[in-house]
């Protein structure tokens, strides 16, 4: 399991009072409003940064951190991730996962078949797909929808899923 989660990736200062503007890579941008804490990763090094100040600009979050008071203090970390720690992550509700902690799980059919292993899982507006890439090398995509998914078992590593008609391929 990840002990910390991307949740942002620096596009560009905003302002000249240090602040920075963010693409979220978090499906819940609200989350950025509790957000106290951020872990900065440079490539170098990582820098625990305490977040002063968040607003919204259409699909961006503006963040100002307690450590930077002016552009050139900021101008450096373009592309650069923020992360917050497990205990700083949304809490999640039951039969709610991390996908960071999924990805890698082996995916087996009711019937007991293996599948192959869970290796990414795409949002799309509707429901979230799981794509299991199989054995043989090839892509099965799982709708992530409670008729489908049938066990997510995070212990033993491994997701019980019923096959639906069709989706085979």
């Given at each position: 399991m990840q002990d910390r989660f991307q949740v942002g990736i620096i596009t560009s200062p905003h302002g000249v009072s240090g602040e920075v503007k963010v693409f979220p890579t978090t499906d819940d941008v609200k989350r950025f409003?509790?957000?106290?804490?951020?872990?900065?990763?440079?490539?170098?090094?990582?820098?625990?940064?305490?977040?002063?100040?968040?607003?919204?600009?259409?699909?961006?979050?503006?963040?100002?951190?307690?450590?930077?008071?002016?552009?050139?203090?900021?101008?450096?970390?373009?592309?650069?991730?923020?992360?917050?720690?497990?205990?700083?992550?949304?809490?999640?509700?039951?039969?709610?996962?991390?996908?960071?902690d999924m990805i890698?799980?082996?995916?087996?059919?009711?019937?007991?078949?293996?599948?192959?292993?869970?290796?990414?899982?795409?949002?799309?507006?509707?429901?979230?797909?799981?794509?299991?890439k199989t054995a043989e090398g090839g892509e099965l995509l799982l709708p992530a929808i409670r008729d489908c998914v049938r066990q997510v078992n995070m212990e033993t590593g491994e997701i019980t899923v019923y096959l639906m008609p069709g989706l085979r391929g």
């Amino acid at each position: 399991m990840q002990d910390r989660f991307q949740v942002g990736i620096i596009t560009s200062p905003h302002g000249v009072s240090g602040e920075v503007k963010v693409f979220p890579t978090t499906d819940d941008v609200k989350r950025f409003k509790k957000l106290k804490q951020v872990i900065l990763d440079t490539g170098k090094e990582e820098i625990d940064l305490t977040v002063t100040q968040v607003k919204f600009s259409g699909q961006m979050v503006i963040l100002k951190f307690r450590e930077f008071t002016n552009i050139n203090e900021v101008e450096r970390f373009r592309k650069k991730s923020l992360y917050v720690t497990r205990e700083n992550a949304v809490g999640l509700e039951k039969d709610e996962y991390f996908i960071a902690d999924m990805i890698g799980m082996r995916v087996v059919s009711t019937d007991g078949e293996a599948l192959g292993e869970l290796a990414d899982v795409m949002q799309t507006g509707a429901n979230d797909v799981y794509v299991v890439k199989t054995a043989e090398g090839g892509e099965l995509l799982l709708p992530a929808i409670r008729d489908c998914v049938r066990q997510v078992n995070m212990e033993t590593g491994e997701i019980t899923v019923y096959l639906m008609p069709g989706l085979r391929g």
